[in-house]
């Protein structure tokens, strides 16, 4: 009895141990969908984010992940010290800022980490010999012969993972939307609910670009939702067509405080409003009208639901 037990139990964890792995992989190829709509968009060295006309190495990864519901920094150098370590050398986090140094330091030996690497890790490079140690490149893994990337030659594009690149290798990143849900999702969503719970009866707010807070302006609902993620580090597209284009669908009943609820209440396919999730009774919204209030969460607005998103952050920047 105790043996039987004993394989039921290696079973469950072997079979555990395979879906997560599938779901890994489902999110990576999801992304490299992302990535493929963009191949052949032109390079520009600092292009403007949340812009996809242009891209460098950096804002590339960025927007791919962010269509994917995961939130990256915008340069490489933030990037590298964000998600989870998979391999790097010692004290990398120094190339995030550069430092001088009389010759070429350490970097990864392509051969050694190979085993460890996986499609769709984040490769950060320094293959430059001008006596400055930082990043200067960040990239896409495919596999050891291919790397996924924006170049000043070609743009956006697959190209082949040559000697140049594999020794320029500083560390090897992987961003997972799992391994941040639980943790920064709690956090950040917490500070949002806090925030847009207290502008309850609120019927004006600062613009997000008046630092000195004197310019007011009514408050819609997707206005609302960019604001109370604002407060908390988090740029929002303005209006809720674009929001919906951003984070990770899932089902009303899975919802947790400060996901987005997108709602067409007359059904003629366009976006009516966009509220937070308070609980499975409530959501929170504002209107021009009405201002910030709380919404019952009744069966009609609920079979009004187009879509449920939950936005999943490795940082804010």
């Known amino acids: 009895m105790k043996i039987t037990f004993i394989r039921l139990l290696i079973i469950f964890i072997f079979t555990l141990s395979l879906g997560t792995k599938a779901s890994a992989m489902t999110y ?15 390079y520009e060295f600092g292009a ?62 392509f051969d050694s980490i190979l085993q460890d690497i ?21 990239a896409m893994y495919i596999n050891e012969y291919t790397l996924l990337h924006a170049t000043q030659s070609y743009g956006v594009n697959y190209s082949h993972f040559s000697e140049y ?32 719970t207290s502008l309850i ?21 997707s206005f609302f939702v960019q604001h109370v993620y604002h407060h908390s580090g988090l740029s929002l597209p303005r209006s809720s067509e674009e929001m919906l284009k951003i984070g990770a669908s899932l089902p009303l009943t899975e919802a947790k405080g400060g996901d987005l609820l997108f709602f067409d209440y007359d059904e003629d396919g366009k976006l009516d409003y966009v509220g937070l999730y308070v609980n499975s009774d409530s959501f929170l919204t504002s209107f021009q009208s009405k201002g910030v209030h709380v919404r019952e969460l009744t069966t009609s607005r609920k079979d009004d639901i187009v879509d449920v998103k939950r936005l999943y952050y490795t940082g804010f920047y």
């Open 165 to 196: 690149w594999k020794n320029g290798i500083v560390a090897v990143k992987r961003f997972s939307k799992d391994s941040y849900e639980q943790k920064q999702n709690q956090i950040v969503n917490d500070s949002v609910m806090k925030y847009a």
């Open 48 to 109: 403007e984010y949340e812009t996809s006309q242009k891209f460098d190495c950096s804002s590339f990864l960025s927007t791919i992940f962010k269509e994917n519901g995961i939130w990256i920094p915008r340069t490489s150098k933030e990037q590298l010290l964000q998600g989870n370590l998979v391999v790097a050398v010692q004290d990398y986090e120094q190339f995030s800022t550069g430092f001088q140094k009389n010759s070429t330091g350490e970097r990864l030996q």
């Open 28 to 42: 990576t190829e999801n992304v490299i969908k992302s990535a493929n709509h963009y191949l052949g968009t032109p």
């Open 201 to 221: 009866g609120a019927q004006q707010l600062p613009t997000l670009a008046d630092v000195n807070e004197t310019v007011l302006t009514t408050i819609d609902s």
């Open 118 to 138: 996986q499609r769709g890790d984040i490769i950060f490079f320094d293959a430059k010999d001008d006596g400055v140690e930082e990043i200067h490149h960040v």
